[in-house]
């Protein structure tokens, strides 16, 4: 087994992991909105164009402890180019 195909696998479980445990979440009504998350990555000197709102569409997920970015919203962002130190902040904030 190389070391290529076990970071794989391991990044296909974490995938499955999220995706098993997105039902469980229950998200609330959201504090912030579409336009905090976009303005956040428009402060952070990304342009805020339309993909970056539709990515911001996707809500927050709150555990009840925390609040938690939608791994779409991540995903639709890295898409685009947004890093992660970027993407994370702003995606809560959706």
């Known amino acids: 087994m190389t070391v290529q195909w076990a970071k794989r696998m391991a990044a296909a479980a974490g995938v499955a992991v999220v995706a098993?445990?997105?039902?469980i979440l229950v998200a609330s009504p959201a504090s912030a909105t579409q336009s905090a998350c976009t303005s956040y990555v428009a402060n952070h000197g990304y342009f805020a164009g339309p993909k970056v709102k539709a990515a911001c569409d996707y809500a927050a997920l709150d555990t009840g402890l925390f609040k938690m970015a939608n791994p779409a919203?991540?995903?639709?962002?890295?898409?685009?180019?947004v890093k992660s130190e970027v993407s994370d902040p702003a995606c809560k904030r959706a």
Do not use: D, E, I
């Not at 919203?73 to 180019?81: D, E, F, T």
């Open 20 to 23: 098993g445990t997105l039902p």
């Open 73 to 81: 919203c991540l995903l639709q962002l890295a898409k685009v180019g």
